[in-house]
Structure formats: structure tokens, C-alpha cells
């Protein structure tokens, strides 16, 4: 900040920090590693300098940072407060408010938490006492939200109560192919139902899992990014592997081929078509001489380190070394 008296966070500093992630992206003499570790430390200075910014009172201000010694967590993780064992719940780390959304400092913050919206409070934790930020309480839009972070700053995952009961429901993580996972307890059973994957640069979905027992039971996959689903696959008899195959084969949109595997062999046996689009299968292909493929050509469209290979037992066989 300009000025160490100023109690906002104006177009100035926005100003300031863009050119300094400017300059450190455009530095001849870093490597990529030495940028990615600049960039971090400018964004968690920037995020000190925004939470200072909007503590106008002294006390709060010396409170900016949390007791770096035995640092605990007590009540829920909605209204968790933490600081050294000791310390009183009036000496914990206050929330830091910031402005709406269209605000240099909202900005930042949505950046920084991973989660676009009005950000109504922002209060970063060190849980550990380590010196670095391990999550981030706020609320966007009104829904409490809970970033979590890795040792290098990056987002590991992100939690919010989006029905505003109580109860964290909905968490997004980044997969090791690259896709957002949201994950959705849509009963509060503590259990996940719902897993939809994001691409990560369009957001949009490319597959969806539905859940029951800790058991994947049906996937619905886009495989050509047209976002139409033109591939489902269900677990129909509950063993934990998929038997049934619904396909879009036309990519128009629409089911037009069921295929099944009867007997458990990994192969599909039982074939019907709607081979001329009016909604109705008239063609029907089936017996010990029918080759209609294996269910594993369609697994293989799922990455090798799913829980869905784990709890099915295969794996694509271009992978299996990966794992």
C-alpha cells in the first residue's frame, strides 16, 4: 500500500499488485519455478494487505495474524475460531470484511479462494502455525465457503454449504486429469451422491457420476465435448462394475443403441438399435456369436486412477503403469 495510515483498499494497489505479478511474469532471469513462488508470495502479501486494509480499529489490526504456536481449531468450521491455545475467543483472528464483488478487492479475493461471486467476509488461517495460509473461511453470495490450500499456495479444495444448513454439502477439487470434481451430499448423510466433472478451462460438464454405498452405480460421459451426453454406463446388478451401455452413436443428441452384457464377461451379448431415429429400437443383435465389443472400451474413457476402477478392479491397460 501506498500509504501505511490508508484503512481501504482503492484502484491504486489494485494497480500496484498488477504490476508486480506484470513484472514477475515478464522477468528474464527467473525460471518458472522461482516466478510460480514469487506469484504466491505476492498474492498471499496482497491478501494481508487486503484484510489490513479493511480492519479499521487498532485491536483488530494487531490481530491480523495468527499465533504462530499451537494453533487449534475449536467449534464448527462455519464459526471456528483459532489462534495459540491460550489465547480467548476475543484474541482469535476476525473475519476481514470486503466490498462487493466489482471491487479490486473482491477480485482479488475470488482469485484467491477459487469461488466467483460477492464476497461478503474473507479471513485466511494458519491452522498449523507454520507460516502459511492452510484455508480460507468466507462467504460468497451468501454461502459459506471453506478454500483449502497445499503448501504452494495452490487450491486443494473448496467446500460450501450452498443449501445454507449447516452443513458443508458441495466440494470441488481439481483431478489429476485436470477436471474440477464437485462433489454433492444431496441428503446430509455425510455421503457423496453426486460427482460431476468440469472441464477446467470452459467449466462445462463432462461427466457425471451417480454414487450410492460409496459405489459408482452410473456414469454419464460427453466423450465428444458437444455438450450432449452420449454415453451412460450402469452398474445394473450392483457388483460394482458397469454392464449396460446407453450411446448416442449418431451424435445427434440422442440414445439410439443399448447394449448389454448378460452373462458377466466382460463382453456385450445383447444389442438393440433405433436405426432410423423415430424412438424405438428395431433392430436387435444378440447371441454367443454377436460381437458387439467389451464393456472395458467404454471404461478406458475413464482416467486409470478413478475410484471407479478401483472398486471394479480394471483398469485401461495403456495405464496400468501409471498406477
Not at 516466478?35 to 490481530?63: L, P, Q
Not at 449447516?166 to 481439481?174: D, F, K, R
Amino acid at each position: 500500500m501506498q500509504n501505511d495510515d490508508k484503512a481501504v483498499y482503492d484502484s491504486t494497489d489494485s494497480a500496484e499488485y498488477k504490476a508486480k505479478l506484470d513484472a514477475i511474469a515478464n522477468d528474464p532471469t527467473m525460471s518458472v519455478e522461482e516466478k510460480a513462488d514469487a506469484i504466491t508470495n505476492a498474492m498471499e502479501e496482497e491478501m494481508n494487505e487486503i484484510s489490513a486494509a479493511t480492519d479499521t480499529s487498532d485491536d483488530r489490526a494487531s490481530a491480523a495474524e495468527p499465533t504462530a504456536s499451537s494453533a487449534e481449531v475449536t467449534a464448527d468450521p462455519s464459526t471456528a475460531t483459532y489462534g495459540d491455545s491460550s489465547a480467548t475467543a476475543s484474541e482469535s483472528v476476525p473475519p476481514a470484511k470486503v466490498d462487493a464483488v466489482d471491487s479490486p478487492a473482491a477480485s482479488t479475493v475470488n482469485e484467491a479462494i477459487g469461488v466467483d461471486g460477492q464476497v461478503d467476509y474473507v479471513s485466511p488461517r494458519d491452522v498449523d502455525g507454520d507460516g502459511l495460509i492452510d484455508l480460507t473461511h468466507s462467504r460468497v453470495d451468501g454461502i459459506d465457503t471453506t478454500t483449502h490450500y497445499n503448501e504452494d499456495d495452490t487450491i486443494t479444495l473448496i467446500e460450501q454449504d450452498t443449501d445454507s444448513n449447516g452443513t458443508y454439502e458441495t466440494a470441488a477439487a481439481q483431478q489429476s486429469d485436470g477436471t474440477i470434481r464437485v462433489a454433492e451430499d444431496l441428503d446430509d448423510d455425510g455421503d457423496v451422491d453426486l460427482a460431476t466433472f468440469h472441464d477446467p478451462v470452459s467449466g462445462a460438464p463432462v461427466r457425471q457420476d451417480t454414487i450410492e454405498g460409496g459405489a459408482i452405480t452410473e456414469t454419464l460421459i460427453d466423450s465428444n465435448s458437444d455438450g450432449q451426453v452420449d454415453v451412460v454406463l450402469i452398474d445394473s446388478n450392483g457388483d460394482g462394475r458397469f454392464d449396460t451401455a446407453m450411446l448416442d452413436s449418431d451424435a445427434d443428441g440422442r440414445i439410439n443403441a443399448t447394449l448389454v452384457d448378460t452373462d458377466g464377461d466382460g463382453r456385450f451379448d445383447l444389442g438393440e438399435l433405433d436405426s432410423n431415429g423415430d424412438g424405438n429400437f428395431d433392430t436387435v443383435a444378440a447371441g454367443a456369436d454377436t460381437d458387439l465389443g467389451t464393456i472395458e472400451s467404454l471404461e478406458s474413457a475413464i482416467p486409470a486412477d478413478d475410484n471407479y476402477h478401483a472398486q471394479a478392479g480394471t483398469y485401461p491397460a495403456e495405464s496400468q503403469s501409471d498406477l
